[in-house]
């Protein structure tokens, strides 16, 4: 009967050791690889970013990223504006390229028509430019290209150009600063003169904001705004 | 040895053995549980070892069960204190291990173990049992599933519970054939070996009524009797064979000092796990923090239960099943209702959701709107869509597509149709979705966030209470 009872208290002793042990080895171990970091290696999280269409091929992002860096959308406290001879040079390519650029932009953006030598905005175009600027969606940057046609002289076309642009710019500022205040940060514009090519008359297919009055000629009195959804 | 004289023996050898084979058996299931809990304590996640057969390794995807315990809020002690707490299978290593070498004892004692080593195997043997069965009832009403470490635990307490009662089955039965082999008038003569005579006349003297009523039944001559459970002991002569050797009852301290070593077994390994836990103190505000919190237009969801006492940002899916896992937890283990909850929606669906390009949980984005569009009652929205998450899927991936979700969200949450499909509220989701940009958050669901610091990832499992608990230490303690 003793016999039995020491091999029972040893057997127990044995028993308790070896799973204290054990789990206590392992707990051991688990605290090693905790503060050595000799773990498995982690999935890669994505970080919620900006949309990335399939639209914002290499060439777009460079027009992009020169275009947003130039007009101070990025890396500085103040707008400088885009010129349009720093557009020809900030481009690297040629007029219709740089038109074609855009057309992946046909269904997300639209396209705001003038009176001739006029920067007014009508009711319509309102209406477009305020439903365009809601339906955002993940896009960082929104993009106001203006343009004048050929009639008339290279500065006044300019200017005219340049006051389109800004007729935009303010009607979105007056409509929305309240809600965002960072607009100036996220509308960037460029304006056109009549040195650069004009738009042809397909561009009447777009979402024009006078599609009853759209010829070769009203088609270039006009602004395209769009939300671009590249990551820059 | 008892073995060696098995003609004669009193006690069966099985009850025995099988408590020696149960408690192995629960040693080794309460062992493998338990090192698998040990190994996540790095706080990462590691392959468990789901099996009938312990320590073997589960099939692919079969392992469900058992994570979903492991995560539960009932897989260990002092969750709040410890990373990972205590886990519960800790203690019953101990004891299963006490039960195997106590087992092992009875069996090579047979009829020279004291009557008091089956009593107390009896009374401390049905504990696993009765533990198993509160965790069967958990297992059953809370989790929905039962994992096979569990099963596999539960089937050893089972075992030695069976083998417990049948030990004291057949103690009884030898105490009753000592009693009578006693008052046998044949082995009466052989009586005049026993020293405690005394004793016998003393207990007869304890016992007037029952010998009265013997005397009225017409029994003149009667054996001395005994109090029930005592035996009489004896005293062999020296030149005398007993045939028969009644069994010995044992000292009144044997079953108090075993107890103390039951309590001893159970106790000393949780006390060298808890000396060689690390300090994960340092660890677990280390996941980032909000950078940009603030909703000027109030775009994201707010849920305030009356006993709210602690700011909280919850991002989620609806229909993400980490999530609604992970909700559960917070309801279960009491920290839900006391959070000032603000809920940031992420549906995982690239209808709405531009960081993904295919659909994770589809139909996500229209519960998510449906959320924003009872925006009285979010909660209510969030704990449907928890509630039939699988139900959705499945309608989802269907030929009725999101339409279909649509029609279930419409027959339970009647007039969001216009809400749903509004500007308002599509412009709304996408101001939520570029605060995760703002905050620069990971695509990632679910992610909870103390006073703006952030829940560690690694933290959202088992070690879930104490680092809640560590990020805010406001919190009331279930």
Not at chain 1, 21 to 44: D, F, H, M, N, S
Not at chain 1, 144 to 162: E, Q, W, Y
Not at chain 2, 185 to 192: C, E, F, L, M, R
Not at chain 2, 451 to 475: F, V
Request: proline share 6%; with cysteine; net charge neutral.
């Amino acid at each position: 009967m003793k016999a039995a009872a020491l091999i029972g208290i040893a057997a127990g002793c044995v028993a308790l050791a070896a799973s204290a042990l054990t789990v206590q080895g392992q707990v051991r171990a688990a605290g090693e690889r905790l503060k050595t970091g000799a773990t498995l290696e982690k999935p890669k999280v994505a970080v919620a970013n900006d949309a990335e269409a399939a639209y914002c091929t290499p060439a777009f992002k460079q027009v992009l990223a020169r275009v947003i860096h130039a007009c101070g959308l990025v890396g500085g406290d103040s707008r400088r504006g885009c010129q349009p001879a720093d557009v020809k040079t900030l481009a690297s390519i040629n007029d219709e390229d740089f038109n074609a650029l855009f057309h992946p932009l046909k269904e997300r953006g639209a396209v705001i028509m003038f009176d001739d030598g006029q920067d007014k905005l009508d009711e319509e175009a309102k209406r477009i430019i305020a439903d365009r600027w809601q339906d955002r969606k993940g896009a960082r940057y929104f993009f106001i290209v203006a343009r004048a046609s050929k009639t008339g002289g290279a500065d006044f076309n300019r200017t005219l150009s340049h006051k389109r642009a800004n007729s935009v710019l303010f009607l979105i500022s007056d409509q929305f600063k309240a809600d965002d205040p960072n607009i100036d940060k996220e509308a960037g514009l460029l304006w056109l003169g009549s040195e650069f090519a004009q738009l042809g008359k397909e561009y009447c297919d777009w979402n024009v904001s006078r599609p009853g009055k759209c010829t070769p000629e009203a088609i270039n009195r006009s602004a395209f705004i769009s939300w671009v959804d590249c990551q820059l | 040895m008892s073995l060696s004289n098995s003609s004669k023996s009193q006690m069966p050898f099985w009850p025995a053995l099988l408590a020696l084979a149960a408690s192995v058996l629960g040693l080794s299931f309460a062992l493998s549980s338990t090192v698998d809990y040990t190994r996540h304590l790095d706080r990462q996640v590691h392959d468990l070892h789901c099996s009938f057969i312990p320590g073997l390794a589960g099939e692919a995807g079969q392992e469900g069960a058992c994570r979903a315990a492991m995560y539960s809020p009932y897989s260990a002690l002092f969750k709040d204190k410890y990373w990972g707490g205590i886990p519960i299978a800790l203690p019953a290593v101990g004891a299963f291990a006490f039960f195997a070498a106590f087992a092992l004892y009875l069996l090579l004692s047979r009829d020279k173990a004291p009557r008091r080593a089956h009593q107390f195997l009896f009374l401390t043997g049905l504990t696993p049992l009765l533990v198993s069965g509160v965790m069967f009832f958990i297992s059953l009403t809370k989790l929905g599933q039962f994992c096979k470490t569990c099963v596999g635990i539960y089937s050893a307490s089972v075992l030695l519970a069976i083998a417990a009662v049948f030990s004291l089955i057949f103690d009884m039965k030898r105490g009753r054939t000592a009693l009578e082999q006693f008052r046998s008038p044949t082995k009466k003569d052989s009586a005049s070996t026993l020293k405690a005579a005394g004793d016998l006349e003393k207990s007869e003297n304890k016992t007037p009524e029952k010998a009265g009523e013997e005397e009225k039944e017409g029994s003149p001559k009667v054996a001395p009797t005994l109090p029930e459970g005592e035996v009489p002991a004896t005293v062999v002569t020296k030149d005398a064979e007993p045939d028969y050797v009644p069994p010995r009852t044992g000292g009144p301290l044997l079953i108090p000092s075993w107890l103390i070593a039951l309590a001893v077994f159970s106790f000393v390994p949780a006390l060298l796990y808890v000396s060689a836990m690390p300090n994960y103190a340092t660890y677990v505000n280390g996941c980032g923090k909000l950078e940009k919190p603030e909703d000027p237009k109030k775009s994201l969801l707010y849920i305030t239960p009356a006993g709210a006492k602690q700011q909280a940002t919850l991002v989620v899916d609806p229909l993400c099943p980490t999530c609604k896992a992970f909700h559960q937890r917070l309801v279960t283990e009491g920290i839900f209702d006391q959070l000032d909850t603000t809920v940031v929606l992420f549906p995982l669906d690239n209808e709405c959701n531009w960081m993904l390009d295919r659909p994770l949980h589809p139909g996500a984005c229209v519960v998510a709107k449906a959320m924003m569009c009872n925006e009285r009652r979010p909660l209510d929205v969030l704990e449907w869509a928890y509630e039939k998450q699988d139900e959705i899927a499945e309608t989802a991936k269907g030929s009725g597509g999101v339409a279909a979700v649509r029609n279930m969200i419409r027959g339970r949450f009647a007039g969001l149709d216009k809400c749903i499909d509004s500007n308002e509220t599509k412009q709304r989701l996408d101001r939520v979705l570029r605060w995760t940009i703002a905050n620069q958050l990971a695509v990632s669901t679910p992610q909870l966030f103390l006073d703006g610091t952030r829940l560690c990832e690694e933290d959202s499992d088992i070690g879930l209470s104490y680092s809640i608990y560590k990020l805010a230490p406001n919190l009331r303690r279930p």
